[in-house]
T-cell receptor, first 112, second 111 residues
Framework: GENVEQHPSTLSVQEGDSAVIKCTYSDSASNYFPWYKQELGKGPQLIIDIRSNVGEKKDQRIAVTLNKTAKHFSLHITETQPEDSAVYFC???????????FGAGTRLFVKA | DVKVTQSSRYLVKRTGEKVFLECVQDMDHENMFWYRQDPGLGLRLIYFSYDVKMKEKGDIPEGYSVSREKKERFSLILESASTNQTSMYLCATQAPGLHLNFGPGTRLTVL
């Protein structure tokens, strides 16, 4: 079945540095790729998403890139802050489909 | 903003008990989902519903059932709880073609 692999599982950066999380998906029919942030004691919340007709999308300090040929997509956080510390999940889905497949998650620590 | 509420934040049950996890949403979304979250495994889909009284199995439905009698409410039922069902349970809604909106989660411990 469909699979999403996410790396690294843990990432520690100094405040102000950049953080990159990478994901690979298996189903070439996937065309919607959301990223979720989960803070302690809360449910995951969408932070950015990208559709397969776009190669890159930015929202302030967060950007996502998509390489459909290689079936890779990545999350980039610049100028990291302590409040960016959380677990991040990548995911893949067919637009209009019901099943969202999640990566295993990346725990990001931003050291002040 | 969509609000998704779950009946309990923490729950402790005994092996063999019947367990009900309730989820309520306030935005009239047709699609509702139950996921379980375990360390190193991400979020895995248990069941989903695309309309009242409609339900579909997800990837790990064994040991679970669901009920959707009203559009705003989607219940997850553990018929006979087992220790391997100790987990974080997340309810979510989705407008068609858009992202998931998650509730705060219920951390269930089965002793």
């Amino acid at each position: 079945g469909e699979n999403v692999e996410q790396h690294p599982s843990t990432l520690s950066v100094q405040e102000g540095d950049s953080a990159v999380i990478k994901c690979t998906y298996s189903d070439s029919a996937s065309n919607y790729f959301p990223w979720y942030k989960q803070e302690l004691g809360k449910g995951p919340q969408l932070i950015i998403d990208i559709r397969s007709n776009v190669g890159e999308k930015k929202d302030q300090r967060i950007a996502v890139t998509l390489n459909k040929t290689a079936k890779h997509f990545s999350l980039h956080i610049t100028e990291t802050q302590p409040e960016d510390s959380a677990v991040y999940f990548c995911a893949a889905r067919l637009t209009g489909g019901f099943k969202t497949i999640f990566g295993a998650g990346t725990r990001l620590f931003v050291k002040a | 903003d969509v609000k998704v509420t779950q009946s309990s934040r923490y729950l402790v049950k005994r092996t063999g008990e019947k367990v009900f996890l309730e989820c309520v949403q306030d935005m009239d979304h047709e699609n509702m989902f139950w996921y379980r979250q375990d360390p190193g495994l991400g979020l895995r889909l248990i069941y989903f519903s695309y309309d009242v009284k409609m339900k579909e199995k997800g990837d790990i439905p064994e040991g679970y059932s669901v009920s959707r009698e009203k559009k705003e409410r989607f219940s997850l039922i553990l018929e006979s709880a087992s220790t391997n069902q100790t987990s974080m349970y997340l309810c979510a809604t989705q407008a068609p073609g858009l992202h998931l909106n998650f509730g705060p989660g219920t951390r269930l411990t089965v002793l």
